[in-house]
Nanobody, 125 residues
C-alpha cells in the first residue's frame, strides 16, 4: 500500500515563504507523477502544481505561477512545494497526490490514485 505523508504546514504572514513536503512510501517512486492540490473551506479541491516522473516537466495553476515551485527528490522519495510571496488567498489544506505516470490529465483529481492526509497552510493578512 502506497502511503503519502505531508509535513511543513503552518501559520505565516502575507509575503512570507513556506515549504511543504511529502514523503511517498513506495519502491517505484521514480515512476510516479506527483502533485499538490489544495482545498479552502467550502471550496473544491483544486490543482496547484505537479511534476512528472522525470522531474523535467512541471505544471502550475495560473494562480501560483511565478510564486510556487514544485520539485522531487528521487533519493528520499519526497516531493516539495516551495511557496513564496504567500497571500491570504493561499490559505487552504494542501494535499499531496501520486499516481503511476502513464500520461493524462494531471490537473484532474481523478488522475491520482493515492493521497495524503493534508497539511494546513494559513496566511494572515
Amino acid at each position: 500500500q502506497v502511503q503519502l505523508v505531508e509535513s511543513g504546514g503552518g501559520l505565516v504572514q502575507a509575503g512570507d515563504s513556506l515549504r511543504v513536503s511529502c514523503t511517498v512510501s513506495t519502491h517505484t517512486f521514480k515512476t510516479y507523477h506527483l502533485a499538490w492540490f489544495r482545498q479552502a473551506p467550502g471550496k473544491e479541491r483544486d490543482f496547484v502544481a505537479s511534476v512528472d516522473w522525470s522531474g523535467w516537466n512541471r505544471y502550475y495553476a495560473d494562480s501560483v505561477k511565478g510564486r510556487f515551485t514544485i520539485s522531487r527528490d528521487n533519493r528520499d522519495n519526497t516531493v516539495i512545494l516551495q511557496m513564496n510571496n504567500l497571500t491570504p488567498e493561499d490559505t487552504a489544506v494542501y494535499y499531496c497526490a501520486a499516481t503511476v505516470d502513464k500520461g493524462g490529465t494531471f490537473y484532474d483529481r481523478k488522475f491520482y490514485e493515492y493521497w495524503g492526509q493534508g497539511t494546513q497552510v494559513t496566511v494572515s493578512s
